[in-house]
């Protein structure tokens, strides 16, 4: 899959968080600017390209922001990397990094990270005792690390505005994923210690996202992928 203008593109999941293992998937998340002009069509743009092997996605930069604004935890890991995980970083992505501040707000973040988390507790409650396949054990351990992954990493964002992706102890986060694994109800007690620590604070966060610089980069985006020649085709 070849997509043109990529702005920022990085390895993310697993091994961004330190938790990889012989046979993990890499995951790369990125963002596009679609041409300008096609914008303006009468058939708009895709506005994600996902594929496998290698897994990668790529949303169109307008799409990321408002993934980003909604605090979208799998959207804003792309902004967050170490700088060794990117594999595609420009000046306009660079531009982008340095407004990720911009894109927090203390509802959204809330409600994203924790839902998330939630619904992975959902998907562990409704797998029963623990008495089932290899195989959906090891899915089960697998989302009970992204559980308390997302509460961690939330919680930071929360009370301290920064996000850091690669986990303190990995070896934790894999134990607790074969406890979980073993007992779905083990989670139970991570969860709500984690809702009780988002309803204390104090959160460093605004309410509202500060969607000025964001526009301002949106709109820098769409400046430069509309060429004088088209500006000059359409009289203008």
């Known amino acids: 899959m ?21 046979g993990s998937d890499i995951d790369r998340l990125g963002l596009f600017a679609a041409p300008t002009a096609r914008l303006h069509g009468l058939h708009r743009p ?22 980003a604004l909604g605090g979208n935890p799998t959207a804003m890991e792309l902004v967050w990397l170490p700088d060794e995980l ?7 992505g660079d531009e982008l990094i340095g407004i990720r501040t911009a894109f927090l707000s203390a509802r959204r973040v809330r409600d994203a990270y924790l839902g998330y988390a939630t619904q992975q507790f959902r998907r562990l409650e409704s797998r029963g005792d623990g008495s089932f396949s ?8 697998k989302h009970a690390r992204h559980l308390k992954r997302l509460c961690t990493q939330g919680l930071e ?18 134990a607790f994923g074969e406890r979980v694994a073993a007992d779905p109800s083990a989670a139970r007690p991570l969860l709500r210690r984690y809702e009780e620590a988002f309803s ?9 996202p500060d969607e000025a ?11 430069h992928f509309y060429p004088a020649a088209e500006r000059s085709a359409v009289g203008a």
């Not at 895709?46 to 993934?67: F, G, M, N, Q």
């Not at 964002?157 to 894999?174: M, N």
């Not at 204390?200 to 509202?208: I, N, R, S």
Request: net charge neutral; with cysteine; glycine share 6%.
């Open 2 to 22: 070849t997509v043109p203008n990529v702005l920022l593109c990085g390895i993310v999941g697993s091994t961004a968080y330190g938790l990889a293992r012989e």
């Open 46 to 67: 895709k506005e994600s390209h996902v594929s496998t092997a290698p897994d990668r996605t790529l949303h169109e930069a307008a799409k990321w922001c408002r993934l």
């Open 86 to 92: 990117y594999e595609v970083r420009t000046p306009l």
């Open 134 to 141: 290899a195989d959906t054990r090891k899915r089960t351990a």
């Open 157 to 174: 964002l929360y009370t301290a505005g920064r996000l850091t992706l690669r986990v303190e102890d990995p070896e934790e986060y894999h």
């Open 200 to 208: 204390a604070g104090p959160t460093v966060l605004p309410d509202e």
């Open 213 to 223: 610089p964001v526009e301002a980069w949106l709109l820098r985006v769409r400046a």
